[in-house]
């Protein structure tokens, strides 16, 4: 026999409150909630008690063992609420009768049990119900501020309208940022290209230097006797270069390099100038030197024996010396 459990009583159902003045812009309905915590909280309740169910019926033993015989023990009065009767066609003083009784007084037992479980099992409901009342008070009381919900609602909305002013204030003073910077770009752009321009026409100078430098040391190798001008003058150009290209890296110093590469090439004029008047001088030398050789050959050849005493190393040591003026005379 497996008694059959009372049903839980259900949750009384809450009272439908008067629908509280709807706003436009938030609408807020505890009703649907509420319905879903009840509806999963006997959903809860129902599969524990299932469980319950099913432990206990799976507790039961399928089979009636067969102890051994023994006297049969006083049965003891069940204090059940409902006491249950069960007719077994074995005499009473069989010792399966006997058995048959005791296990219908331990299922008198756990059927009790159970039942205090449920008593248990409604008190909680009670306080369940309670619990739900106060939810529904809460709501009623919800329902009751919502004008103050409105007001908030309303206010809220006012602060975004003017925060929202306030940002397309902000996105003018940006699109107005944005063209000055747009500006500035533009005249960045201009100042590069004017830099660049710049920076050409410092290579072109730089490349005139070079070119310069080269005609230079052909004049050093072949006039041995200016070596150390001219030295000097390859010296300032590098420098020069050098501040040329300090030039094209900042262009902030350039009025102040300009400055400086203007008294370099005053200087290396002054060079040059010194290196030409000492190149006539040579030639002065040079010419003096060849008149007097002619001078000398001249006289030779008046006298024969003059010429055939001569040494060879003299006459072929100063004919260089007359090749060489000419070219000078040439330059």
């Known amino acids: ?80 609420p409902a006491p249950v009767t069960v007719e077994v066609p074995v005499a009473v003083k069989s010792p399966r009768a006997a058995d048959i009784a005791a296990l219908e007084e331990n299922l008198f037992a756990e059927e009790e049990a159970i039942f205090e479980k449920l008593t248990a099992m409604t008190e909680k409901l009670d306080v369940f119900n309670e619990g739900l009342s106060k939810l529904y008070a809460a709501y ?23 925060v929202v002013r306030d940002q397309q204030a902000v996105q003018i003073k940006l699109a107005s940022i944005l063209q000055d910077q747009i500006k500035v770009n533009k005249e ?73 590469i203007t008294d370099r090439q005053a200087e290396t004029l002054a060079l040059q100038k010194e290196a030409l008047n000492a190149q006539k001088q040579l030639l002065r030398e040079q010419k003096a030197t060849t008149q007097k050789y002619v001078g000398k050959k001249k006289a030779a050849e008046t006298d024969a024996v003059a010429e055939d005493a001569a040494p060879a190393p003299v006459e072929t040591a100063e004919a260089p010396a007359e090749e060489a003026a000419a070219p000078a005379e040439e330059a």
């Open 1 to 80: 026999y497996i008694p059959t459990p009372a049903p839980a009583p259900a949750p009384a159902p809450a009272p439908q409150a008067e629908a509280a003045p709807k706003v436009a812009p938030v609408t807020i309905d505890v009703s649907g909630i509420v319905e879903k915590a009840i509806a999963a909280t006997m959903e809860k309740f129902a599969a524990a008690f299932d469980k319950k169910v099913e432990a206990f019926v799976a507790s039961l033993p399928m089979e009636i063992p067969m102890p051994t015989p023994v006297a049969a023990p006083a049965p003891a009065p069940a204090p059940a």
């Open 140 to 162: 009623l009381e919800l329902t009751a501020n919502q004008d103050e919900v409105d007001r908030l609602l309303k206010s809220n909305n006012s602060n975004q309208a003017k």
């Open 188 to 260: 960045q752009l201009v100042l590069a290209q004017q830099q660049l321009a710049l920076s050409d026409a410092q290579k072109a100078v730089t490349d005139a230097q070079k070119a310069m430098e080269e005609k230079q040391r052909l004049v050093t190798d072949n006039q041995a006797t200016i070596g150390e001008a001219m030295t000097k003058i390859v010296q300032d150009q590098k420098e020069i270069i050098s501040a040329q290209n300090t030039v094209i890296a900042g262009n902030k110093k350039n009025v102040d390099a300009q400055a400086e």
